[in-house]
Nanobody, 122 residues
Framework: QVQLVESGGGLVQPGGSLRLSCAAS????????IGWFRQAPGKEREWVSC????????YYADSVKGRFTISSDNAKNTMYLQMNSLKPEDTAVYYCASRNTNGCYSGAWAYWGQGTQVTVSS
């Protein structure tokens, strides 16, 4: 069955960096777009980034553009989110999710991981 498992979260000081990983099983990243969401306490889940499997195009929310980088290693069937220049407002549970198509703007989000906590604080 489809499974997404996030890792790499933790506590980091403002201005620091973290790299999140999302290991996928039960399907291939060669054929489906995949991305990241986050949810801060008391707030709705928000979309962060997506990478298309059709042409490796990447997309970012304005709040993280220029600081976060999404990538995938299809040989390892794993996606990454490199987060630099972290701010306290980046504190949230980060979820990876896969779409049911190869594009970030077609189809729908279909599967979700269990989330990993990122806390940015001094």
């Amino acid at each position: 069955q489809v499974q997404l498992v996030e890792s790499g979260g933790g506590l980091v000081q403002p201005g620091g960096s973290l790299r999140l990983s999302c290991a996928a099983s039960g399907f291939s990243l060669d054929y489906y777009a995949i991305g990241w969401f986050r949810q801060a306490p008391g707030k709705e889940r928000e979309w962060v980034s997506c990478i298309s499997s059709s042409d490796d195009s990447t997309y970012y929310a304005d709040s993280v553009k220029g600081r976060f980088t999404i990538s995938s290693d299809n040989a390892k069937n794993t996606m990454y989110l490199q987060m630099n220049s972290l701010k306290p407002e980046d504190t949230a549970v980060y979820y990876c999710a896969s779409r049911n198509t190869n594009g970030c703007y077609s189809g729908a989000w279909a599967y979700w991981g269990q989330g990993t906590q990122v806390t940015v604080s001094s």
